[in-house]
C-alpha cells in the first residue's frame, strides 16, 4: 500500500490478492474540500495471471436484495424466495442479513418495536428474518449471518485497541467499508447445510430502506464489494413499491423511479426489480419501470399480495427470476423440484376443516412478535389437514383488573378462550399479563383443553399448579416477587443481573427423556435426548419439583445435569404439556415442531392415532418427513379419531 500527499489531497493504491487468482487495483482519490461520501473516485483494474477462477475452483456468488419506498415490503421472504429457487436447483444457498441498526443483536429490543428476537443454535439472537431463512431454505445459520452496525463497529474499535491498523487514522471508508466486505466474504464460506464444503450462492439482504443515513456505509462497502468479486459474481434485487392512488386505482411508478435514482446514486445499479403490488402490473407500468430505471424489461418481476407466502417462489419462478438470476451469475440452469413446494402452498389453501387455537400473549399488538410460533402452527396444521385459525388474546385482558376497567374485553377475551380448540401460551418477560396466562394455565387445566406452554408459559403452568393444587397461594416467580415465600420459578445461578445484552441461557441444548410413559417421548419419534434452542434467565425450581411431581405434575424431560426442568406434562389431561424451550425456532414447513404437532392433534382429535406404537414406527420409518402424516396413517390402516 502506498500513500502519496500532494496539495490537500491523497492518492491511495492499494492491491487485492483474491484466492492467488487474480488481483485488483485500486485507485482512490480523497479531497479535504469535498464531503465524505462525495469525495472519492475509484477505479478499479482487474488484473490477472488468468481473469477467471479455474474449472476446479467455483467463485462464491452473491445475490443482493436491497430495498426502496417504504419498509416490510417483505425483502426477506424475496430473499428466502430467491434462495427457495436456487436451492431447488441443487444449489448450495447461505443468507446474511445486515441490519443498519447500533444494537450489537436484537436481544434486548421491544417485540413491540422490532418483533420476535429469533434464536440460533449458537445462542445468537437476531433478526426475525434470519427464521425466514432457516425455514424457507432449511438450513441452520450463526450469530455471524446476522450484521448489524454494532457489531462492525465494536470490531473495528476492537482492532484500533490492539493496534491492528499501524497508527492509520481510523475512518469510515475504508477501514469500516472493509469490515463490512471481509465480514461477508467469511461468513459467505460457512456451510449450513450439514454439508462439507462452503455453499454456491450467498444471499445478502441489506435491512432497512435505501436513503436511510444509517444505512449509507453498506451500501458504500457493497459499492465496493460488487469490484471485489466481479460483476459475474454479483446481482442485485431491488424490491419497491408500485402505489395504487386514486379512485380509477392507477399504478404509480414515481416512488421506485426515485428509489432507483437513490441506489444508482450510491453507484448500485439493480440486475432485477421486485415490485409489490395488491394486484397485477400492467404492461404499459413495466415497460416504464424499465424504461425509467435502466433494468431490462425481463428482469422486472410483479410479486403480487398472495393467499400465503409459500406461493411466492413459485411466482417468481413463473416470470423466469431463477433463470435471470442463474443467467447473470453465470451459473448452469437446472430442473427445479418444487414439487413438495407446490403441495404445501395448494395444501394450505384448500384445507378446510378449523381448528382454533387460542394464543395468549403479551405482545399481540404486532403480529411479527410471534412470528415464529405463528409459522410453526402453520407447519404443523398443513401436516394435521385442518385449517387454522389463531385466536388472538392479549393476556392482560384476562385478569379480573381488566374486567374492572373495561368489562366488554374482558368478556370478549374470556369468549374467544371459551371457543378455543387448543391454547398455547408463548414466552415473554417481565410482570404484565402473568396473571392472565395463569388464567388460561388454569381454564386449560381444569377444563382438559389442549394445552402448550412455551419458556415462560411452561413457568406460569407450574405457578399456578403450586397455586392451586399443591395449596401455595403465594407461589410465585422471584422476577415478579423476589420476596414469595414458596418461589415455584427462581433466577438461575449463571445469569447475570447487571447485563441485558447475551447474558440469558442461550441456543441448543439438550433435553434427556426421564421416562418413556410421555406423549412428548412419542411425539418426538421415541428418541433418548432432544436439542432444542433457548433464551432464558428463568427456571423451575428444582426444589419444588417433587412436590409438583406428587401431586401429578410431570417432569419428563431435563437437562444433562438432571437439575433443570425442560419438559413437564399434567397426569390425566388429554394433553397439557410445556417446555422450558423454545421449539418453534426449529419448526420447518416439512418437519414440523413435534410439541406444535402434539397441540394441533390433540385440538383437533387425532393425537391418540399419531403416537400410537404402530404410527410412531411408520413414522421413524419414514424418516418423520411425510408430506401428508395423518393421510399416511390413514393409508396404513392405523387412523382413529378425528373429525373431517
Not at 120 to 126: A, M, P, R
Not at 210 to 217: H, K, L, N, T, Y
Not at 317 to 324: F, S
Request: hydrophobic share 40%.
Amino acid at each position: 500500500m502506498r500513500f502519496e500527499k500532494k496539495r490537500n489531497c491523497v492518492l491511495l493504491f492499494r492491491v487485492y490478492t483474491i484466492k492467488k487468482k487474480f488481483k485488483i487495483l485500486e485507485l482512490v482519490f480523497y479531497s479535504s474540500r469535498h464531503i465524505l461520501f462525495e469525495s472519492f473516485l475509484c477505479v478499479r483494474v482487474l488484473l490477472s495471471s488468468g481473469s477467471s477462477c479455474s474449472n476446479d475452483e467455483q467463485k462464491m456468488k452473491y445475490v443482493v436484495v436491497s430495498g426502496g419506498v417504504v419498509s416490510g415490503l417483505g425483502k426477506g421472504v424475496t430473499a428466502s424466495s430467491v434462495g427457495v429457487m436456487l436451492s431447488a436447483a441443487d444449489y448450495r444457498v447461505t443468507h446474511i442479513k445486515i441490519d443498519p441498526y447500533i444494537n450489537v443483536d436484537a436481544g434486548t429490543m421491544s417485540p413491540f418495536e422490532h418483533g420476535e428476537t429469533y434464536v440460533l443454535d449458537d445462542g445468537g439472537e437476531s433478526d426475525l428474518d434470519l427464521g425466514n431463512y432457516e425455514r424457507f431454505c432449511d438450513i441452520n445459520l450463526t450469530r455471524d449471518h446476522n450484521i448489524t452496525t454494532g457489531k462492525v463497529y465494536q470490531s473495528v474499535i476492537e482492532r484500533e485497541r490492539e493496534g491492528k491498523y499501524l497508527g492509520k487514522t481510523v475512518q469510515v471508508i475504508p477501514h469500516v467499508t472493509d469490515e463490512i466486505q471481509d465480514w461477508i466474504e467469511r461468513v459467505a464460506h460457512i456451510p449450513v447445510d450439514g454439508k462439507e464444503g462452503p455453499p454456491d450462492v450467498c444471499i445478502v439482504e441489506l435491512g432497512g430502506t435505501v436513503g436511510d443515513i444509517e444505512s449509507m456505509p453498506f451500501i458504500e462497502a457493497l459499492r465496493q464489494f460488487q469490484f471485489r468479486v466481479g460483476p459475474e459474481n454479483f446481482c442485485l434485487v431491488h424490491v419497491s413499491l408500485v402505489p395504487v392512488v386514486g379512485s380509477v386505482g392507477e399504478q404509480k411508478t414515481k416512488p421506485t423511479q426515485h428509489s432507483i435514482q437513490a441506489l444508482r446514486s450510491a453507484g448500485l445499479a439493480p440486475t432485477m426489480l421486485a415490485c409489490r403490488s395488491s394486484s397485477a402490473l400492467d404492461k404499459a407500468v413495466m415497460e416504464k419501470l424499465a424504461l425509467f430505471c435502466h433494468v431490462s424489461p425481463n428482469n422486472i418481476l410483479n410479486l403480487i399480495d398472495v393467499s400465503n407466502i409459500w406461493h411466492v417462489p413459485l411466482i417468481m419462478v413463473e416470470q423466469k427470476a431463477h433463470l435471470a438470476i442463474l443467467g447473470h451469475l453465470q451459473m448452469k440452469p437446472r430442473p427445479l423440484k418444487l414439487e413438495a413446494w407446490k403441495h404445501r402452498a395448494e395444501k394450505w389453501d384448500s384445507v378446510h376443516v378449523p381448528c382454533s387455537i387460542a394464543v395468549v400473549g403479551k405482545y399481540t399488538g404486532l403480529g411479527d412478535s410471534y412470528l415464529s410460533v405463528t409459522k410453526a402452527l402453520m407447519h404443523s396444521s398443513i401436516a394435521c389437514d385442518r385449517k387454522l385459525k389463531i385466536l388472538w388474546i392479549e393476556a392482560e385482558d384476562l385478569e379480573e383488573e381488566s374486567k374492572q376497567a373495561n368489562e366488554d374485553k374482558y368478556d370478549e377475551a374470556w369468549a374467544k378462550l371459551k371457543r378455543a380448540d387448543g391454547v398455547l401460551v408463548p414466552g415473554g418477560f417481565g410482570g404484565r399479563g402473568v396473571e392472565g396466562k395463569m388464567c388460561a394455565a388454569k381454564y386449560a387445566r381444569e377444563n382438559e383443553i389442549p394445552y402448550l406452554g412455551i419458556c415462560l408459559g411452561m413457568q406460569v403452568a407450574v405457578i399456578e399448579f403450586a397455586r392451586n393444587v399443591c395449596g401455595h397461594a403465594d407461589a410465585h416467580s422471584t422476577e415478579m416477587d423476589p420476596t414469595t415465600e414458596h418461589p415455584a420459578v427462581i433466577f438461575m445461578p449463571e445469569g447475570s443481573k447487571t447485563h441485558m445484552g447475551g447474558t440469558m441461557r442461550l441456543g441448543a441444548r439438550e433435553t434427556i427423556f426421564q421416562t418413556k410413559e410421555c406423549v412428548s417421548w412419542r411425539l418426538y419419534g421415541k428418541k433418548d435426548a432432544v436439542a432444542e434452542r433457548h433464551r432464558h434467565r428463568y427456571e423451575v425450581n428444582p426444589e419444588m419439583v417433587d412436590e409438583l411431581e406428587q401431586k401429578g405434575l410431570h417432569f419428563v424431560g431435563k437437562d444433562e445435569t438432571g437439575t433443570r426442568m425442560e419438559i413437564c406434562e399434567l397426569a390425566n389431561h388429554p394433553f397439557f404439556v410445556a417446555c422450558q424451550y423454545h421449539p418453534e425456532f426449529k419448526s420447518r414447513p416439512g418437519r414440523p415442531s413435534p410439541m406444535f404437532m402434539g397441540l394441533l392433534l390433540a385440538a383437533s382429535g387425532q393425537l391418540e392415532s399419531y403416537v400410537s406404537d404402530e404410527a410412531v414406527e411408520l413414522r421413524i420409518s419414514m424418516g418423520n418427513m411425510m408430506r401428508s402424516p395423518i393421510k399416511s396413517i390413514k393409508a396404513a390402516g392405523l387412523y382413529v379419531g378425528g373429525t373431517d
